[in-house]
């Protein structure tokens, strides 16, 4: 029996991650940079080029504990510029340090967690919400998706990518959802004429499960189990 094959061929050569060092404050403090250059899209909840739209490099840059800066934008499009970075991009902060991360691959989607867990709890609490930029604490997530995918299943690939980190979580033995400030990252190409844009990404779809996977494996190994 011929097992016909997947729908939509990935794109070979995803961008590979660097680890980047600085000295901030007298403080060594680390990043993890991803090149990807023309032709990309990303959906993010990050606090420097969120939303959905063309992005050309990915920034997971660890920042001091008890980060108190109220310009959380500005301070990373400085490091941004200082990295060597132009063009839109993607800039996400966590105080946990970005060495220690955890890394999946599953049939050809890529995810990178970082995990700092001194600060979480549940989703869903009957606390007030702040209208002010929490500390950074975070488990920050960057995935790279190897097809184009559609702004509906960017958006879909998001909610897969934090089902799957609580999964993690509590697959890891931790009573939680996650942090108070969790920030994702979902990159995939941007789409050319004749080519298959898939519209689902949720996890039982081809590309989510994939994506799901990668993010758990990512999590669970950032969250040091």
């Known amino acids: 029996m011929t097992v ?3 729908s939509g061929r990935p794109r070979a050569g995803l961008p590979p ?3 980047l060092g600085r000295v901030e404050d007298g403080e060594r403090l680390h990043s993890l940079l991803w090149r990807l250059g023309d032709g990309w899209r990303a959906v993010s909840s990050a606090v420097l080029g969120g939303g959905i739209g063309e992005r050309a490099w990915v920034l997971n840059a660890q920042v001091a504990h008890g980060y108190r800066r109220v310009d959380p934008d500005r301070h990373m499009a400085d490091l941004a510029r200082r990295a ?3 063009g839109p991009g993607v800039g996400l902060m966590t105080a946990a340090d970005v060495r220690a991360r955890g890394a999946a ?4 989607v890529e995810a990178v967690a970082t995990a700092g867990l001194g600060v979480r709890g549940w989703a869903a609490s009957p606390a007030e ?3 002010v930029a929490l500390p950074a604490g975070t488990i920050n997530i960057v995935a790279l998706v190897p097809v184009p995918l559609t702004d509906a ?4 690939a998001v909610a897969t990518a934090t089902e799957a980190k609580v999964q993690a979580l509590l697959d890891a033995g931790f009573d939680c959802s996650g942090t ?3 920030a994702v990252c979902v990159a995939a ?3 050319r004429a004749g080519e298959e844009v898939h519209a689902f990404a949720g996890p039982r779809s081809l590309w989510g499960a994939r994506l799901a996977r990668a993010v758990h494996r990512a999590v669970r190994d950032a969250a040091g189990t």
Do not use: F, K, M
């Open 84 to 86: 060597g970075l132009c």
């Open 4 to 6: 016909p094959e997947p």
């Open 105 to 108: 691959r599953d049939g050809g």
């Open 189 to 191: 190409p941007s789409p």
């Open 17 to 19: 991650v660097r680890c």
């Open 180 to 182: 108070p400030t969790d």
């Open 153 to 156: 299943a960017l958006v879909n």
């Open 129 to 131: 919400g702040a209208a």
